[in-house]
């Protein structure tokens, strides 16, 4: 088998499975990317069926003809998924805002103790500069004795 021919059969197999995978939700385009409508069907029954169609389809495995309830079906499947997905997210980030919020109380704490700190630091600064005072005129004192 040539390149070529090795090349076409697996864009055959691409396209059968793009095909495959568009059956689900309500299609946007054909694979053949020929643009989707809706056709409405009266043959044999009493009741019409929609459909949403290739407007270019042909019956050949690789063009999209989908019952229209079907497709409203699966997507609203896809849509409950989703919004299922959204909520969990939007719970989990309830628990992260829930942290952020004790992170933000404990930084308010710590910042409140630094200054705290810094405050104690300022006094045994001012003290230490007494005692050194001090200790330089009690040398002064035993100099002159």
């Not at 949403?52 to 609203?76: M, P, S, Y």
Request: overall charge negative; glycine content about 4%; proline content about 2%.
């Amino acid at each position: 088998m040539s390149t070529s021919n090795s090349s076409d059969g697996a864009s055959y197999v691409d396209m059968l499975y793009a095909v495959n995978d568009s059956n689900f939700g309500i299609p946007d385009r054909c694979p053949c990317g020929s643009a989707i409508i809706i056709q409405i069907s009266t043959e044999a029954a009493a009741i019409p069926k929609k459909y949403f169609v290739c407007k270019d389809f042909k019956n050949d495995g690789l063009h999209r003809k989908q019952e229209w309830t079907a497709a409203i079906e699966d997507e609203t499947r896809c849509l409950k998924k989703t919004v299922d997905d959204h909520e969990s997210r939007i719970r989990s980030l309830g628990r992260v805002e829930y942290r952020i919020d004790r992170i933000d109380e404990d930084a308010q704490k710590n910042d409140g103790e630094i200054a705290n700190l810094g405050y104690q630091i300022h006094e045994m600064e001012k003290v230490l500069k007494k005692s050194t005072e001090e200790i330089a005129l009690l040398k002064e004192i035993i100099e002159k004795l």
